[in-house]
């Protein structure tokens, strides 16, 4: 049974060949290993061709420059494996990952199956853990367990294998950050059986100049561009979860107003103001959901009341 493995690269050349190397290593040895040359001006690009011709698994496609989630629809465009997983080229995965994860598709029948992770710096060391638990849902457990947050089912793509006909209908959005939340609401209605691995098995490279670890831009408004998406999918297919969505809107806008209080911009009021617009038009959500966390309803609760005052004890504990 073949797994595709996509990788989207652009100019990463101080940590692809780690990347590639721990796909190649893996115990699992049915892989179509497929590197997304996203218009690279660095060697990023001559590193996969060196690859393709000592590994007979790997693919190299070279594109223009259009975006992580270009790069991504072209590697699924091109993908033959039965499943589907994707690993940023800056990323490496555990030797068994693919394994594990593939036993555990198998085994239940899952769509998606998912592992935890762990944040590493560019010197190794762990700076945090994301770890989930061990189980198998399925039908209105899914919706449940993905808008609530029940059983923490991270909105990203590179901690899970995908069964490919789950997402041969499906693209990643184009031209925008925060693409991650918007294929997973996508998928979310098509997904019958949803399984976890209780094991780090994915690295994820915390880097200075990376757009997460960035400072506040324009592009971090992609956020709100992403949650209203989810929004309208969500009045779609699973309305009875709206209240959630509103939530993590305002949730999301206090961190984008904190972002740019932290900024050295010399205009932000522009800036507020439209995250200001975003919290307001979502906070009325917020008191009304008994799942949420007191500390998120409190931090939000004192935010309404008192910005600055909400900031600066944030601020204190991050």
Same mark, same amino acid.
């Given at each position: 049974?073949?797994?595709?493995?996509?990788?989207?690269?652009?100019?990463? $050349?101080?940590?692809?060949?780690?990347?590639?190397?721990?796909?190649?290593?893996?115990?699992?040895?049915?892989?179509?290993?497929?590197?997304v040359?996203?218009?690279?001006?660095?060697?990023s690009?001559?590193?996969?061709?060196?690859y393709?011709?000592?590994d007979?698994?790997?693919?190299v496609?070279?594109? $223009?420059?259009?975006?992580l989630?270009?790069?991504?629809?072209?590697?699924?465009? &091109? &993908?033959?494996?039965?499943?589907?997983?994707?690993?940023?080229?800056d990323?490496?995965?555990?030797?068994?990952?693919?394994?594990?994860?593939?036993?555990?598709?198998? +085994?239940?029948?899952?769509?998606v199956?998912?592992?935890?992770f762990?944040?590493?710096?560019?010197?190794?060391?762990?700076?945090?853990?994301?770890?989930?638990?061990?189980?198998?849902?399925?039908?209105?457990?899914?919706?449940l367990?993905?808008?609530?947050?029940?059983?923490?089912?991270? !909105?990203?793509?590179? +901690?899970?294998?995908f069964?490919?006909?789950?997402?041969?209908?499906?693209?990643?959005?184009e031209?925008?950050?925060?693409?991650?939340? /918007?294929?997973?609401?996508?998928i979310?209605?098509?997904?019958?059986?949803?399984?976890?691995?209780?094991?780090?098995?994915?690295?994820y490279?915390?880097?200075?100049?990376?757009? /997460?670890?960035?400072?506040?831009?324009?592009?971090?408004?992609?956020?709100?561009?992403?949650?209203?998406?989810v929004?309208?999918?969500?009045?779609?297919?699973?309305?009875?979860?709206?209240?959630?969505?509103?939530?993590?809107?305002?949730?999301?806008? %206090?961190?984008?107003?904190?972002?740019?209080?932290?900024?050295?911009?010399?205009?932000?009021?522009?800036?507020?103001? !439209?995250?200001?617009?975003?919290?307001?038009n979502n %906070?009325?959500?917020?008191?009304?959901? &008994?799942?949420?966390?007191?500390?998120?309803?409190?931090?939000l609760?004192?935010?309404?009341?008192?910005?600055?005052?909400?900031?600066?004890?944030?601020?204190?504990? !991050?």
């Amino acid at each position: 049974m073949i797994v595709s493995v996509i990788v989207p690269v652009y100019n990463v $050349s101080g940590y692809l060949r780690k990347c590639i190397d721990s796909i190649c290593n893996s115990v699992y040895r049915e892989l179509e290993i497929i590197l997304v040359d996203d218009g690279s001006t660095d060697e990023s690009g001559k590193i996969c061709d060196k690859y393709e011709d000592l590994d007979e698994r790997i693919k190299v496609i070279h594109k $223009s420059n259009g975006g992580l989630s270009s790069a991504r629809n072209v590697g699924m465009k &091109a &993908a033959s494996g039965s499943y589907i997983c994707f690993v940023d080229s800056d990323d490496y995965i555990s030797k068994d990952m693919i394994q594990i994860l593939l036993d555990k598709a198998v +085994n239940t029948d899952a769509d998606v199956v998912q592992c935890g992770f762990d944040r590493v710096d560019e010197s190794g060391r762990i700076k945090s853990l994301m770890k989930v638990d061990e189980w198998v849902i399925s039908g209105d457990e899914i919706s449940l367990a993905y808008y609530t947050q029940c059983k923490s089912i991270p !909105v990203i793509v590179w +901690n899970k294998l995908f069964k490919k006909g789950l997402i041969d209908t499906v693209q990643f959005v184009e031209g925008r950050n925060n693409e991650d939340n /918007m294929f997973g609401v996508d998928i979310l209605p098509k997904v019958k059986i949803w399984a976890s691995v209780d094991k780090i098995l994915y690295h994820y490279l915390i880097r200075k100049n990376s757009i /997460m670890g960035a400072g506040f831009t324009e592009k971090k408004f992609d956020s709100i561009y992403a949650l209203k998406y989810v929004t309208k999918k969500t009045e779609l297919y699973a309305p009875e979860y709206l209240e959630y969505v509103y939530f993590n809107r305002a949730l999301n806008a %206090f961190y984008l107003y904190y972002d740019i209080w932290k900024s050295n911009l010399q205009d932000k009021k522009k800036y507020y103001k !439209v995250v200001e617009e975003e919290f307001q038009n979502n %906070f009325i959500y917020v008191t009304r959901k &008994a799942k949420i966390s007191n500390k998120d309803k409190v931090r939000l609760r004192l935010f309404d009341f008192n910005h600055m005052l909400a900031l600066r004890l944030y601020s204190l504990i !991050v």
